[in-house]
């Protein structure tokens, strides 16, 4: 799978639009670009999910460059509750058997929403 | 049910003891995974099972770390001789992924079990 960077951490003020980056260079054309994330002890809630084009559900909206090497998360209008580590993974579409088909978290970035 | 069910919710052990913790996945998902979260840290692969296939267990630490899958439907992960290293959250997770299939995997996870080894 290809790897990603994010931040570490970074802040948003409440009722403004959260944007947290990702950095995928080594994507490949097969793989989806997923988004979680966990917050405070609970387990890791899924948030959106793309390929190539852009995408918005309830939650969020994918922005993906064209390249394919870098994406954003959007939260429109962060609230308190926003707050938690956002984890950004790729992996490949197709399972092929014989392995592990599930996604490997890295560090995340931890969002902290500003009243 | 309606989502990924854990339990117990937590447990505290003493060193050298045996654990079972307990997943129900949501009904009609195929795939499950354990993963574990030490304090501070990322999330773990464990093992992973799909449908009747044998389970991947690349990810298990050692041997006192077994797992097992009924019918297809909840799955049990057993930590034999507890030690304090073992401490951590404890999470599962399932998905519709049927194998052969391709297109997106989406896991949902339940809540975890806390485990501390004294």
């Known amino acids: 799978d290809a790897k990603t960077t994010q931040p570490p951490s970074m802040d948003c003020a409440e009722g403004r639009a959260a944007n947290l980056p990702c950095n995928h260079s080594?994507?490949?054309?097969?793989?989806?670009v997923y988004w979680y994330r966990q917050i405070h002890s609970q387990g890791p809630q899924y948030i959106i999910h793309?390929?190539?084009n852009n995408e918005t559900n309830e939650m969020a909206s994918l922005i993906i460059t064209e390249d394919r090497k870098s994406s954003t998360l959007i939260l429109p209008h962060a609230t308190l509750r926003d707050t938690a580590v956002y984890y950004c993974?790729?992996?490949?579409?197709?399972?092929?058997?014989?392995?592990?088909?599930?996604?490997?978290f890295g560090k995340g970035t931890h969002l902290i929403i500003q009243p | 049910g309606a989502g990924v069910s854990q339990s117990p919710s937590n447990k505290v052990t003493e060193k050298g003891k045996d654990v079972e913790l307990r997943c129900d996945p949501i009904?009609?998902?195929?795939?499950l995974y354990w993963y574990r979260q030490s304090l501070g840290q990322g999330l773990e692969f464990l093992i992973y099972?799909?449908?009747?296939?044998?389970?991947?267990k690349s990810g298990l630490p050692s041997d006192r770390f077994s797992a097992e899958r009924t019918g297809g439907s909840v799955s049990t992960l057993t930590i034999q001789r507890t030690q304090q290293e073992d401490s951590a959250v404890y999470l599962c997770?399932?998905?519709?992924?049927?194998?052969?299939?391709?297109?997106?995997?989406?896991?949902?996870f339940g809540a975890g079990s806390r485990l501390t080894v004294l």
């Open positions: 997770a399932s998905s519709l992924r049927r194998q052969g299939a391709g297109g997106a995997n989406v896991l949902t």
């Open positions: 080594t994507i490949s054309g097969n793989e989806y």
């Open positions: 793309g390929l190539k």
């Open positions: 993974i790729v992996r490949v579409a197709m399972y092929s058997g014989g392995g592990a088909d599930g996604l490997t």
């Open positions: 009904s009609g998902h195929t795939a």
């Open positions: 099972f799909q449908g009747n296939s044998a389970p991947d």
